[in-house]
């Protein structure tokens, strides 16, 4: 139904910089909400980032000032710019989106893409 494809994980050090994308592909009517969760090891998938359609975002506290979303309507596709990385940021960064389909384009389906490493070590 639909695709949801991230990338852009890697090794960074800490103060260094990264940008992940998500571009989501398929039976799509439209996309509403994209956001980037992630989980640490040990530990639950939190919010990091949410967009919505018209460009408004929510940020966690832990990332406020630090990262930035964005999105590109015409492209189904989300980006997470992220400066001034932390060894605590290190995750999996899982994309999520909320997508009307083609065959329901009156009911929003949640979607997740299968994640992303992000390493913040020296």
């Given amino acids: 139904q639909v695709q949801l494809v991230e990338s852009g994980g890697d090794l960074v050090q800490p103060g260094g910089s990264l940008r992940l994308s998500c571009a989501a592909s398929g039976m799509i009517f ?52 992220m400066n001034s990385l932390k ?19 009156t009911r929003q389906d949640n979607f997740w893409g299968h994640g992303t490493l992000v390493t913040v070590s020296s």
């Avoid at 956001?35 to 090891?41: E, F, L, M």
């Avoid at 899982?94 to 083609?102: F, H, I, P």
Wanted: overall charge positive.
């Fill in 87 to 105: 060894p605590e940021d290190t995750a999996v960064y899982y994309c999520n989106a909320k997508v009307a389909l083609r065959s329901a384009p």
């Fill in 30 to 81: 439209t996309v509403n909400d994209m956001g980037w969760y992630r989980r640490a090891p040990g530990n639950q998938r939190d919010l990091v980032a949410v967009i919505n359609r018209g460009g408004v975002t929510n940020y966690a506290d832990s990332v406020k000032g630090r990262f930035t979303i964005s999105r590109d309507n015409a492209k189904n596709t989300v980006y997470l710019e």
